[in-house]
């Protein structure tokens, strides 16, 4: 603090830590646990993430063709994390549909009319990009042998997204549930771990709902998607008005 030319009064007082600074310090030692102990623990590699690809795959039929990354030549693969994300909500949604790849912004609608529209668009959403129960971001960077600035860019662009969400939230009582998943060991823990410490702490601000790195999404991911069927049905139940003649009509 004092290199920076700020006060350390809130940290320091006549020689003894204050309460906050313990707080702080008892923060930065549960993300460095969670970091080191979980979290890189949970990212896979190319290899691994081909193999558990190939295994989700065999074990049942999915209607989603495979998802392709964006890169050329030899780098131009499966991408597998978000394959497997796709196959794993197929496998969980008890039949309903979903966007699995929405090519248009996010918008939350009240009353017949629009109330927010999101700046960017997201990788998936469910039941729909149009008003939401759920949407995610996927970081998967498999191929990839530098970090450059779009991979960093990928944390920040999350972040604005789960700033706009909060927004809407208590602005208008509104709730999508923020989900960010992620996976590369080599690019988020060789070269990007002060970014996996960013998102952290997005998720203890309140910006993301959870964050599922690798080998997280077969354990969690059907659970989350359980939940989201339930508060979809819910919400449709809610929009039907049933008459005395037992029509119903939305």
């Not at 706009?164 to 990007?192: F, Q």
Request: net charge negative.
């Amino acid at each position: 603090m004092k290199k920076l030319g700020l006060h350390s009064h809130h940290l320091v007082e006549q020689g003894q830590s204050t309460a906050f600074a313990r707080t702080l310090l008892a923060y930065f030692a549960y993300r460095a646990d969670i970091l080191n102990n979980t979290v890189q623990h949970q990212l896979m590699d190319k290899i691994a993430a081909q193999a558990m690809y190939e295994r989700l795959l065999a074990s049942g039929e999915y209607k989603l063709p495979a998802a392709m990354n964006k890169q050329k030549g030899e780098k131009k693969q499966v991408a597998y994390l978000t394959a497997m994300v796709n196959m794993l909500i197929e496998a969980n949604a008890q039949g309903m549909d979903y966007d699995h790849d929405p090519r248009q912004l996010t918008t939350v609608t009240r009353d017949g009319m629009p109330l927010r529209t999101l700046a960017r668009r997201i990788d998936g959403a469910f039941p729909s990009a149009v008003n939401p129960v759920a949407v995610w971001e996927i970081k998967e960077y498999y191929h990839t042998t530098t970090f450059g600035s779009r991979v960093a860019d990928g944390v920040y662009e999350t972040l604005l997204d789960g700033m706009e969400l909060e927004e809407m939230r208590l602005e208008t009582g509104v709730e999508v549930e923020h989900v960010l998943i992620a996976d590369a060991h080599y690019t988020w823990w060789e070269c990007g771990r002060s970014y996996l410490c960013r998102m952290i702490d997005m998720l203890h601000m309140g910006y993301v709902d959870e964050i599922l790195f690798g080998r997280e999404i077969e354990e969690r991911l059907p659970a989350m998607v359980a939940s989201w069927v339930e508060k979809t049905k819910e919400r449709q139940a809610a929009a039907k008005v049933v008459l005395p003649n037992d029509t119903a009509i939305l």
